[in-house]
């Protein structure tokens, strides 16, 4: 859990740059970078009639996925919404590999990021390039979402700005942009040089606080989205980019060739349904309910007045969170059981002297020492992982591995000498030793290892949450991104109840299976 | 039975034993004596194979003690150290009949396939045909052993009079060195110090054995329950008619329980005799030394 209150600065950045590389999770950019790199198509298998769809890590992301989601219901398949897998080289590498089918993507981002080929805008000639890779687009979805600068009405009116190109005679204002937006390839520099700007206070601040400090008169301008929901709720003005700067951010759809008919037909519904005042509103919609379904829902009752529309089934609370826990559990229990079948034997060869026990021991030292997000991105990559369950248990199990070792090797090692000379000296053949007396002796601090490990295991498991394989953690990242603790602590709490209810599990172990012999205290031997 | 020709043994070029010739009396006891670090216990670990000499041979029954024939060597030995040396995980009786279960079961031809190359199960048949003679012939051994159904060899009868006889054994020690019945469900924890190195003793009798080995079996022990210790020891030594080699550091357990009393000092042996020839006869100044250190009541 440790994991998540240190991310959290990071996470509450909360940045829309998930159209480009450069969005506010640093881990995740990493795990982004590895997965392009590799480039390894890892063949999921669909079963028939499920349409899975992706979403990126922002609100806007979301809503387009549970709208999706729905649509694609009512066409009579069974869907499935991976919320917020991550940016768009995680989406991308998904869709080609067929880990998803769809997820909503901007034209921009198509052309700088995917195609790398920055000025490509026009939907007809991306459409083109995108086609020999098996993937396709849906029609324009109605909104572009660019970026946009902003500032207080007051402040706009008082010096009578209205476009960027106004800027130039206010040098002095002060300039507040998200650290990303200050690095970006279409960001603040070329900006500057396009307009001619000479600003003398920049700096950056982060995306949700920047608005913070607009609205308290501590910054003056500051990067925005177009569809943003800040900007309707502080009723801040828009700059109008008047030497057309910013390129276009267009929302699509992109999906694979391959998906059925059926499921284009529905999300073909989509085009032309979304202007950016719907948008900023459902986006709007989602912050405050903190419920992206909801958000959905509100897209089907404005769109679809004419026809009556069965809400989108809501799982209740109770369930949601039973269903977690299970997929949790199910996540700690298959990697632990791995962990314990791979650390005992290990354990037992690192307790003899010489090199190999360092070597174990060292291995499994240095694997512990990686931070659990950057394990989690060199994971996704290798062949057959992915964006998957099995990355996670993967992931758990190398965790899990170094306590097993090192207490079965000290367990061992701590067994007083003169009672190994014993067990050598009345006859026991080396297994016998090892299984009749060795072993035996040294299970209290071999199940103490697996107790470490079960309890570590239940806290990283919410990491799973990040990759889509489900668990507590799932309702942790959706909390971080909306900013919302009630979501969180849906995770949080039975995460760490779960984790009291597995010490104390073990602690019933302890006295069920430890031999009496050894709970008498101090063993006089 | 046990001899000692030409050996010594080096811990990384410090010298623990020069190199010594020695030759234990079959069916007597011989007390190995002398200060800390004299060699008396590496001595004892070379006989049964724990440390391996750094020259010369030990040679067991006629045969060198070497990886061939450990299991073998170690199994017709008794082998006792300070405090018992219990497995504090089992209980008293399990201690005492671990080994002997564990021969049995490994005479179950489904663990034998494959678990064994030829040899070494050739080898371990052998044994196993020991320890069924030492478990089972209770012809030759004490009277409470005789009447037992199964004959030696007979591989009808499985696990039920199998240890069946074992726990008959396991009784019929206990009254030899005078441990109530009812404490051998107890874990070492549970007992005290002298009945731990009963239980300990029971263990290395458990089979039978030829030799006998204690390293220091008493020193932890206080003055009383050492003492009747040492009249019970004296007792099934003589009954056992084994060969028994003692280490201690205690002159006065040595003459008391020893036919020949050996004295170390830094690795080699200084005398060997009785303690009147040690009293009459030293040969070195250290003896009168060593004899002198040994403070008695009656002298003071």
């Known amino acids: 859990m440790s994991e998540f209150s240190e991310s959290l600065p990071l996470v509450r950045r ?62 009579g398949f069974s869907a499935v919404h991976k919320q917020g897998m991550g940016g768009t080289s995680i989406l991308w590498e998904a869709l080609k590999s067929g880990q998803i089918d769809a997820y909503p993507e901007y034209t921009g981002t198509i052309g700088e990021e995917i195609l790398k080929k ?56 002060i300039v507040g942009v998200t650290p990303e937006f200050l690095g970006r390839k279409d960001g603040w520099k070329p900006l500057s040089e396009k307009y001619g700007l000479n600003m003398q206070n920049v700096k950056g601040v982060e995306h949700a606080l920047g608005y913070t400090a607009l609205k308290a008169g501590q910054i003056d301008i500051k990067d925005a989205y177009s569809t943003d929901a800040k900007l309707a709720e502080y009723n801040l003005v828009v700059l109008q980019d008047d030497l057309n700067y910013f390129p276009q951010y267009k929302a699509v759809f992109l999906y694979r060739k391959v998906m059925p008919a059926g ?61 977690w ?178 010490q104390g599990f073990f602690d019933t172990l302890d006295r069920v299976i430890i031999p009496k012999g050894l709970r008498l205290g101090q063993s006089r031997s | 039975m046990v001899e000692l020709q030409g050996v010594s043994k080096n811990y990384d070029g410090v010298v623990a034993l020069r190199p010594t010739d020695l030759q234990f009396a079959e069916g007597k006891t011989t007390a190995l004596i002398g200060p800390s670090g004299c060699g008396k216990s590496t001595l004892l670990r070379l006989i049964i194979g724990l440390i391996s000499p750094s020259s010369g041979q030990v040679l067991f029954d006629g045969a060198q003690v070497g990886p061939g024939n450990l299991l073998e060597v170690r199994r017709k030995t008794g082998y006792v150290i300070q ?6 995980h089992l209980t008293a009786r399990d201690n005492v009949q671990l080994v002997a279960k564990l021969v049995l079961d490994e005479s179950h031809p489904r663990e034998m396939a494959g678990a064994l190359g030829d040899q070494a199960k050739m080898k371990n048949e052998a044994i196993q045909d020991a320890v069924r003679g030492a478990l089972l012939g209770g012809q030759q051994g004490r009277s409470q052993v005789s009447g037992i159904a199964d004959p030696v060899g007979a591989e009808s009868s499985r696990s039920l009079e199998k240890y069946g006889a074992i726990s008959t054994r396991v009784e019929e020690l206990a009254e030899v060195v005078r441990i109530p019945k009812d404490l051998l469900s107890r874990f070492p924890g549970e007992l005290s110090g002298g009945q731990r190195q009963r239980i300990g003793l029971m263990r290395a009798l458990m089979l039978k054995p030829k030799v006998l080995l204690l390293d220091e079996p008493l020193a932890a022990l206080d003055p009383m329950v050492r003492s009747a210790l040492q009249t019970d020891l004296k007792r099934i030594f003589q009954e056992l008619g084994a060969t028994v080699i003692l280490v201690t550091h205690d002159m006065g357990e040595a003459a008391y329980l020893g036919d020949t009393i050996v004295l170390l000092r830094e690795g080699q042996i200084v005398q060997q005799g009785t303690l009147e020839d040690f009293q009459q006869r030293p040969k070195e100044q250290f003896v009168d030394e060593f004899l002198n250190a040994q403070r008695s009541l009656v002298a003071l």
């Open chain 1, 14 to 75: 909360r940045s829309r740059g998930g159209r480009g590389w450069g969005w506010g999770f640093r881990g995740l950019q990493l795990l982004g970078a590895l997965l392009l790199l590799m480039a390894m198509a890892t063949g999921g298998v669909q079963t028939q009639q499920t349409v899975t769809v992706g979403s990126k890590k922002f609100t806007e992301s979301y809503v387009l996925g549970e709208i999706a989601k729905k649509l694609l219901s009512d066409a």
């Open chain 1, 325 to 502: 826990t299970g997929r949790h559990l199910e996540l700690v229990v298959i990697s632990l059981l791995l962990a314990i079948l791979a650390g005992i034997p290990l354990g037992i060869l690192a307790s003899k002297p010489g090199p190999m026990g360092k070597l174990i021991l060292g291995t499994a030292g240095v694997i512990q020492t990686i931070p659990s997000l950057a394990l989690l991105a060199l994971l996704v990559p290798v062949a057959g992982l992915g964006i998957s369950g099995r990355t996670a248990v993967v992931a758990l199990f190398l965790y899990s591995l170094l306590p097993i070792i090192r207490n079965t090797a000290t367990g061992l090692q701590d067994i007083p000498p003169a009672l190994r000379e014993a067990a050598a000296g009345i006859g026991l053949t080396e297994q016998a030793q090892l299984w009749k007396v060795y072993m035996p002796m040294a299970s209290r601090s071999i199940l103490a290892g697996i107790k470490t490990s079960a309890v570590i295991n239940v806290g990283t498991a919410t990491l799973a949450g990040l990759i889509g394989a489900g668990g507590l953690g799932e309702p942790i990242i959706s909390g971080l991104n909306l900013n919302d603790n009630a979501t969180i602590l849906q995770g949080a709490i039975p995460a760490a109840i779960l984790a009291l209810l597995v």
């Open chain 2, 83 to 88: 405090d018992g040396g219990l497995f504090p």
């Open chain 1, 118 to 173: 920055p000025g490509l805008n026009d939907l007809t000639q991306i459409k083109l390039a995108l086609a020999p890779m098996g993937i396709e687009t849906t029609g324009e979805l109605g909104f572009n979402d660019t970026y946009a600068l902003c500032m207080t009405q007051a402040k706009a009116q008082q010096l009578g700005i209205t476009k960027i190109s106004d800027l130039k005679q206010h040098p002095e204002l």
């Open chain 1, 263 to 323: 499921a284009v037909i529905a999300l073909k519904k989509l085009e032309g349904t979304i202007d950016e005042k719907r948008m900023t509103a459902l986006n709007a919609f989602a912050e405050n309910s903190k419920d992206y379904t909801a958000a959905a829902n509100e897209y089907f009752k404005d769109v679809q007045k004419d026809k009556p529309t069965t809400p989108i089934e809501e799982q209740s609370l109770a369930s949601k969170i039973l269903g």
